[in-house]
Structures are given as structure tokens and as C-alpha cells.
């Protein structure tokens, strides 16, 4: 079975600042790894995806991820926060060899102080 | 504009009702999924579909009932609803993987 954590239920960081959202991730095979942003009674947004190659994936509105294999991790981050990122940020899984939608993780509200 | 169409975007049911989500894309995905949304727990898959006339059961099956007679289309139905469906229901669409969702129904179970 596949799972999610994202070990953090809201994170704080001021504008300007570097952020980092945080998800570890367990699947049985080769990972797809997903995240996704939420804001306020809307669907969800994709932003970015990691399938192979590089392990820095650059997606949507400025933000990157890190897939390390050894930690199992794919932790979300933007070099400077702006307060339009303020939202619910989801981290996804799926098996390589899976046909199943995608494994959630709980979500992170990230928080961006002015 | 182009995406993924839910109706309704609310309903108010009370238990033992029965009714009919819709989605709708205007992509030409093959992939369609209901997830449902509960606070704390993430999205949970339901039900979902590969292409036009399949159907397979995701993590969170029981209660509900899907069909995809047309590759655009894709029902989530309710036989008999329990206050335990009182929840955000969301549509979603790819080539391989969720890719575009819909805006959600709240649907709330009296």
C-alpha cells in the first residue's frame, strides 16, 4: 500500500522569506510524486510532478520540489514567499506501476505573514 | 472555459435520499476520478475511470455507485444517503493522472 505524510498541519513564514512545505512518501515500487494547492472553496491546482530525471522539479508560480530517494521525501519549496501563496498544500503518490488515483496526504496550510 | 464542470455545487439531502452527481470534461481525457474531501483526512478516492464504459473502485467504495456511458461524463451516485456522506466531493481529470478538478459539491446528509 501507498501512503502520505506531511508531518506539519500549518506552516508559518513571513513574505519575503525562503518556505518549505514537508512530505515523506511510501509506495513499493518507483514513486510518482505530485503537489497540489487548494484555496478557499475552489478544486484543487496542479503544480508540479516528479515522474524520473532530475531530482529538482521547477513547476507553477515560482515553486520547486526535491525528490530524495533515501530519505523517501519530496518537500515543496519557493525561494521568497509572497502572501498570494497563502493556501492548503497537498503532497500526492502514486506507484509507478499503479493504475489507482493518486495517495493524498493530509495537507499543509501554509501561512504567509505580510 | 475549458476544464472540469460539477453540478450541483450544493444540495442538502436528508438520509435514505438518493441523487446523481454530475462531471463534466472538455478535454478529451481518458482518466476520471470522484474523490471525497473530509477535514484532516486529505482527499480520498472513490471511484474511478479509465476510459468511456469503465469503472473501478477506489479506497472509500461503499454507499456509492459510478458510471461513464460517455468519455466526457462521469456520475457518482448516492443510492441511499447516510449523514457518514456529509462531505466535499470533487471531480477530476487527466491523460494518466488527476490533473484538472472541478470547483466540489458540498453535499450535506440531515
Known amino acids: 500500500a501507498q501512503s502520505v505524510a506531511q508531518p506539519e498541519d500549518q506552516v508559518n513564514v513571513a513574505e519575503g522569506n525562503p518556505l518549505t512545505v514537508k512530505c515523506t512518501y511510501s509506495?513499493?515500487?518507483?514513486?510518482?510524486l505530485f503537489w497540489y494547492v487548494q484555496y478557499p472553496n475552489r478544486g484543487l491546482q496542479f503544480l508540479l510532478k516528479?515522474?524520473?530525471?532530475?531530482?529538482l522539479v521547477k513547476g507553477s508560480y515560482g515553486f520547486e520540489a526535491e525528490f530524495n530517494k533515501s530519505q523517501t521525501s519530496f518537500h515543496l519549496k519557493k525561494p521568497s514567499a509572497l502572501v498570494s501563496d497563502s493556501a492548503l498544500y497537498f503532497c500526492a503518490v502514486r506507484d509507478e506501476g499503479g493504475a489507482d488515483g493518486l495517495t493524498f496526504g493530509k495537507g499543509t496550510h501554509l501561512i504567509i505573514q505580510p | 472555459n475549458a476544464g472540469v464542470t460539477q453540478t450541483p455545487k450544493f444540495r442538502v439531502l436528508k438520509t435514505g435520499q438518493s441523487m446523481t452527481l454530475l462531471c463534466a470534461q472538455d478535454?478529451?481525457?481518458?482518466?476520471m476520478y470522484w474523490y471525497r474531501q473530509d477535514p484532516g483526512m486529505g482527499l480520498r478516492l472513490i471511484h474511478y475511470s479509465v476510459g468511456e464504459g469503465t469503472t473501478a473502485k477506489g479506497e472509500v467504495p461503499d454507499g456509492y455507485n459510478v458510471s461513464r456511458l460517455k468519455k466526457q461524463n462521469f456520475l457518482l451516485g448516492l443510492e441511499s444517503a447516510a449523514p457518514s456522506q456529509t462531505s466535499v466531493y470533487f471531480c477530476?481529470?487527466?491523460?494518466?493522472?488527476?490533473?484538472?478538478f472541478g470547483d466540489g459539491t458540498r453535499l450535506s446528509i440531515l
Open positions: 477530476a481529470s487527466g491523460l494518466s493522472q488527476p490533473q484538472h
Open positions: 516528479y515522474i524520473t530525471g532530475d531530482n
Open positions: 478535454m478529451n481525457h481518458e482518466y
Open positions: 509506495v513499493s515500487g518507483n514513486p510518482y
